[in-house]
Every structure is written in structure tokens, then in C-alpha cells.
Nanobody, 123 residues
Framework: QVQLVESGGGVVQTGDSLRLSCAAS????????MGWIRQAPGKEREFVAS????????YYADSVQGRFTISRDNAKKTVYLQMNSLKPEDTAVYYC????????????????WGQGTQVTVSS
């Protein structure tokens, strides 16, 4: 099993940056691809980014491509999401999640989830 705890959310203005962190516990962490999924009020969960278990492959939603960067440090069992040039439409609860398959874009493909961290971008 993998337990996940997100941190780093907050309230920022348009154009600002934030870095989210996801601390994992459990020896199986390195076996999993990791992803960030977000959910805005009244909307379904939406894929944001994912990274393969070794960190060599990354995947992004079109809406964040070029602005967000996902990375992972397996020695620290931590996954990061660097978010730059934030927009009001990025406002959502951001979840860290683990999947066995690399490149998973559907929330249903993720097996373990954190509790989420709120990101609010004001205009």
C-alpha cells in the first residue's frame, strides 16, 4: 500500500507560482507512477500531470502544458508539482495519486489518493 499526503496549496494571484508536494509512505512507492488530479467546484476530477516510476516519462494535460512541471524524488518518496503562471481556472483541490500504469490519464486508473490540497488563484 501507499499513503499520500499533499501540501503546499494556498491562495495566490494570477501569474504567481506555487509548488505542491506529495509525501508518500510505504515501500511500494517506487513501483507506482504518480499523478496529480484536480477537482474544481461543481466539476469532475481532471487529470493534470503524471510521471513514471523512474521519472523519465512525464505527461501533461493540454491546459497546463508549458506551465506546470511534475517531478519526483524516490529517495525522499516525494512527488512535486511546480505550477507557474497560474490562472483563475487553475483553482481546484489538487490530489496526488498513485497508479500502476505509467501515463494514466483517467482518475479511475489511480489506486491510491491523498486527501487533497486547495489551490485558489484570484484574478
Amino acid at each position: 500500500q501507499v499513503q499520500l499526503v499533499e501540501s503546499g496549496g494556498g491562495v495566490v494571484q494570477t501569474g504567481d507560482s506555487l509548488r505542491l508536494s506529495c509525501a508518500a509512505s510505504g515501500s511500494a512507492f517506487i513501483m507506482y507512477a504518480m499523478g496529480w488530479i484536480r477537482q474544481a467546484p461543481g466539476k469532475e476530477r481532471e487529470f493534470v500531470a503524471s510521471i513514471s516510476w523512474g521519472g523519465r516519462s512525464t505527461y501533461y494535460a493540454d491546459s497546463v502544458q508549458g506551465r506546470f512541471t511534475i517531478s519526483r524524488d524516490n529517495a525522499k518518496k516525494t512527488v512535486y508539482l511546480q505550477m507557474n503562471s497560474l490562472k483563475p481556472e487553475d483553482t481546484a483541490v489538487y490530489y496526488c495519486a498513485a497508479a500502476l500504469a505509467s501515463g494514466s490519464r483517467k482518475p479511475s486508473e489511480y489506486d491510491y489518493w491523498g486527501q487533497g490540497t486547495q489551490v485558489t488563484v484570484s484574478s
